[in-house]
């Protein structure tokens, strides 16, 4: 069961005998309570009456155990008096699952690692909203069945579709094994089929309470298996196609998408110094059509700005975490990486590559037992950022389905605003730290910790060159009166000499707040920071701005995004 918070008292609730005059009297209860006050010493007042005719005595904001016990007791001596209760909250009660392999599925719930789901489910499952897991196709599962939507094949090749066709309708993951070493091109080792689309999709959104296997992360949204990886991997032209038609996109001889997804998954990538115009143009195309583009930053321990599509703009590219709350040893890293998810060690860095040590603290998800060819269903941990980026589509979903009208930058935007630090370490750059599923979805749906629960978000890449001022706009509505006296501002800029650059909030009145002097000595890039201002003089609703000057020749640099919480 959900953990329930130890919340404060903060009122009483007092039901008087039946012939009292404060059983009916609104100024009789009133008075009660003031002399209740000079006899405990506490500020007491009536509130209001209850549709039962009791009588709600607030106590002052909140008070210790001892403090209510003596209100309470006072009240209780009094022979008008039938009863006296705490004002207690009560809370959303989502039972754990009875998944049987759940238990093993710490990147969901342990405090240390994990993500913080269970909480988020709550208020949303991911009703309503597809994801897109474009990979080596969906080996049938039962444990997934009844969230899977029709998908394509956009492998173009026969021979690595291993079909007898090209491109067509069904997205059935044959097998990407090699069969020989370098059938694959210089130092490729033969391998078994990996049945990565369907360990992926599980993670996702598999089918949760139904008393067996894995619980999903958006486990009410639907998966479309999208296939572009086969024999030797995939080509980037039909990488590109997949990410257009999964997102309502026209493809020239493929028939129209009739369930275009919000969320897209692409765990996997390649190295390249560039994201190619292909695979950025396609990405563009989607998010403009409201598409979210997750992607896994890539496991070879480097920089991900040598790998593609992670280093491609309009994504969230996300880097690995262990059990331990680690960048897991083989994830990539830097300053392109958004944010962190579980993506588990299967080994330790140190051990035999290829071996399986610590299966406890990989990621389980449903798989193939088939070494080539399709087999009997089964379970297995992976690790890898292939398994940390459909933590973050899985989160992604519940965010669009809790709030459809969320655009991609938005969902961005939340999803790192409310990541929380890495509780272990991070050399090279993990993003805004590990995401918290629960924490973001009430930040988005007003239920946060935040004041408020309210975040205003732009991720909309801002280019600032040497010498220059450049600005990002957040239209505030929906708010009334003026914004808090503690306006938080969060600002993520990449920048190769954060030095340089002064920061303003600009308010919609045209007053400036500065967040950010310029310092010639400090040299370390980008400016990841929370900065808290007081804004209670100014309107909340209207076009706030952030306004960065850069005052120094030779580094440049992107606003990546920034956010207001109310």
């Known amino acids: 069961m959900t953990t329930l918070p130890a919340a404060p008292v903060e009122k009483v609730i007092v039901t008087y005998k039946?012939?009292?005059?404060?059983?009916?009297?609104?100024?009789?209860?009133?008075?009660?309570?003031?002399?209740?006050?000079?006899?405990?010493?506490?500020?007491?007042?009536?509130?209001?009456?209850?549709?039962?005719?009791?009588?709600?005595?607030?106590?002052?904001?909140?008070?210790?155990?001892?403090?209510?016990?003596?209100?309470?007791?006072?009240?209780?001596?009094?022979?008008?008096?039938?009863?006296?209760?705490?004002d207690i909250r009560a809370y959303a009660m989502a039972a754990a699952p009875n998944d049987t392999e759940y238990p093993r599925q710490w990147d969901l719930f342990e405090a240390t690692g994990g993500m913080n789901v269970p909480s988020a489910w709550d208020k949303t499952t991911g009703s309503g909203v597809t994801v897109a897991v474009i990979d080596t196709g969906y080996a049938a599962h039962?444990?997934?069945?009844?969230?899977?939507?029709?998908?394509?094949?956009?492998?173009?090749?026969?021979?690595?579709?291993?079909?007898?066709?090209?491109?067509?309708?069904?997205?059935?993951?044959?097998?990407?094994?090699n069969a020989t070493d370098g059938e694959c091109g210089l130092g490729s080792k033969a391998s078994n089929s990996s049945w990565h689309g369907t360990h992926v999709a599980g993670t996702i959104a598999a089918a949760t309470g139904n008393g067996k296997g894995v619980a999903g992360i958006a486990y009410n949204a639907k998966i479309q298996p999208i296939r572009v990886l086969g024999k030797c991997g995939g080509s980037s032209a039909d990488i590109a196609d997949?990410?257009?038609?999964?997102?309502?996109?026209?493809?020239?001889?493929?028939?129209?998408?009739?369930?275009?997804?919000?969320?897209?998954?692409?765990?996997?990538?390649?190295?390249?110094?560039?994201?190619?115009?292909?695979y950025q143009n396609a990405i563009n195309g989607a998010v403009q059509r409201g598409s979210t583009v997750v992607v896994a930053a890539g496991n070879s321990n480097a920089n991900a700005s040598g790998f593609t599509p992670a280093n491609c703009a309009n994504i969230i590219n996300v880097a690995s975490t262990s059990r331990e709350g680690n960048r897991s040893f083989y994830s990539n890293f830097g300053s392109s990486i958004d944010v962190s998810a579980p993506g588990g060690e299967t080994r330790r860095g140190t051990d035999t590559p290829g071996t399986v040590t610590t299966p406890e603290n990989g990621i389980w998800s449903t798989l193939n037992a088939g070494t080539t060819t399709q087999g009997a269903e089964n379970y297995k941990p992976y690790q890898g950022t292939s398994m940390a980026a459909p933590h973050i589509a899985g989160l992604a979903a519940l965010l669009k389905s809790a709030k459809p009208a969320l655009t991609p930058a938005e969902i961005e935007s939340a999803i790192k605003a409310n990541a929380r630090p890495l509780p272990g370490t991070c050399s090279g750059g993990c993003?805004?730290?590990?995401?918290?599923?629960?924490?973001?979805?009430?930040?988005?749906?007003?239920?946060?910790?935040?004041?408020?629960?309210?975040?205003?978000?732009?991720?909309?890449?801002?280019?600032?060159?040497?010498?220059?001022?450049?600005?990002?706009?957040?239209?505030?509505?929906?708010?009334?009166?003026?914004?808090?006296?503690?306006?938080?501002?969060?600002?993520?800029?990449?920048?190769?000499?954060?030095g340089d650059l002064v920061i303003d909030l600009v308010a919609p009145d045209g007053s400036v707040r500065n967040l950010k002097t310029s310092s010639g000595s400090d040299s370390a890039d980008d400016v990841l920071a929370t900065y808290t201002v007081n804004a209670s003089t100014v309107a909340a609703n209207g076009t706030w701005q952030l306004r960065v000057r850069d005052v120094a020749s030779g580094d440049t640099g992107w606003i990546n995004s920034w956010s207001l919480t109310f």
Do not use: Q
């Open 431 to 498: 993003g805004t730290g590990i995401a918290d599923a629960t924490k973001t979805v009430n930040a988005v749906t007003g239920g946060g910790t935040t004041p408020g629960g309210n975040v205003f978000t732009n991720a909309t890449d801002v280019t600032i060159r040497d010498n220059a001022t450049v600005t990002s706009s957040i239209s505030v509505t929906g708010r009334t009166g003026n914004a808090p006296a503690a306006l938080k501002v969060d600002v993520d800029i990449k920048h190769t000499w954060r």
């Open 242 to 278: 997949a990410i257009t038609w999964a997102s309502g996109g026209s493809v020239p001889g493929v028939p129209a998408n009739p369930t275009p997804s919000k969320v897209i998954n692409l765990s996997l990538g390649g190295a390249s110094s560039t994201c190619p115009s292909v």
């Open 18 to 86: 039946s012939g009292a005059a404060e059983a009916a009297s609104n100024s009789a209860a009133t008075t009660d309570a003031k002399a209740k006050a000079t006899e405990t010493g506490e500020r007491l007042s009536f509130e209001r009456r209850l549709a039962g005719g009791s009588a709600l005595v607030d106590l002052g904001g909140e008070k210790s155990t001892k403090d209510v016990a003596d209100v309470m007791a006072a009240f209780r001596a009094d022979p008008s008096v039938a009863s006296v209760e705490p």
């Open 142 to 177: 039962s444990d997934l069945a009844a969230n899977v939507v029709n998908g394509y094949d956009f492998i173009s090749s026969s021979a690595d579709a291993r079909d007898g066709n090209g491109r067509d309708s069904n997205a059935k993951d044959e097998g990407d094994w």
